[in-house]
């Protein structure tokens, strides 16, 4: 079974700090993805990566940033965390880009950021 | 602008009985639908899918049905179990992206 690791599961943060959110998959797939989930706007992608070292914006990249140095690890960034960015965020992984039948996306459990 | 859209934010259906969830779609290059689980304070799970070119695709007691001309596809459960309650997102594939509708919370009651 496809693993996805988030590494906290709550955080609570301070307006203008600056948040990472960690992301681990187990196994070796190719993307990557970022997303937040709000009441009554389901879930919202922020950014994908398809390969190391490389990301595309999703559908809400402004305020964030994103990283992936190896492949099994991509991490979400909160430049200067702000109260609209208090959230559910899941992070996904799957195997093939444009590949959907073949390789749905594996979420992790999500964390919960709260910035006050 | 949605472009996947499930208009009913919750459903309530008695345990034994079918349990039908709607979603709609604008954009005709979508090729792949897709239904997701999710329960409280977990990440979602993928539990069925059905490419554009088919009509109807069972898994178990899930099975899930697609009408190109009306873009629109349905989630269909029976038996309903109590197992069965939590949120389910509807999503839509075109070349690299998922979109997901906003969900639907479905309630079985005893």
């Known amino acids: 079974d496809v693993k996805v690791t988030q590494s906290s599961r709550y955080l609570v943060k301070r307006t203008g700090e600056k948040v990472f959110l960690e992301c681990v998959q187990d196994?070796?797939?190719?993307?990557m993805f970022w997303y937040r989930q709000d009441p009554g706007l389901g879930l919202r992608l922020i950014y994908f990566?398809?390969?190391?070292?490389?990301?595309e914006k999703g559908d809400i990249p402004e305020g964030y940033s994103v990283s992936r140095e190896k492949k099994e690890r991509f991490s979400l960034i909160l430049e200067s965390a702000s109260t609209n960015q208090t959230s559910m965020y899941l992070c996904?992984?799957?195997?093939?880009?444009?590949?959907?039948?073949?390789?749905?996306?594996?979420f992790g459990n999500g964390t919960r950021l709260t910035v006050t | 602008d949605q472009q996947v859209k499930q208009n009913s934010p919750s459903l309530s259906v008695q345990e034994g009985r079918i349990s039908i969830l709607n979603c709609d779609y604008t954009n005709s290059m979508f090729d792949y639908f897709l239904w997701y689980k999710k329960y409280p304070a977990e990440g979602p799970t993928f539990l069925i899918s059905i490419s554009s070119i088919k009509d109807k695709n069972e898994d178990g007691r899930f099975t899930v049905f697609l009408n190109k001309s009306a873009k629109h596809l349905s989630l269909h459960i029976v038996p309903s179990q109590p197992g069965d309650s939590a949120v389910y997102f509807c999503?839509?594939?075109?070349?690299?992206?998922?979109?997901f509708g906003k969900g639907t919370r479905l309630h079985i009651l005893p």
């Open positions: 996904a992984s799957s195997l093939l880009l444009g590949r959907v039948k073949d390789s749905p996306l594996h």
């Open positions: 999503a839509a594939s075109a070349y690299d992206k998922i979109i």
């Open positions: 990566s398809y390969d190391v070292k490389m990301k």
């Open positions: 196994m070796d797939h190719e993307n």
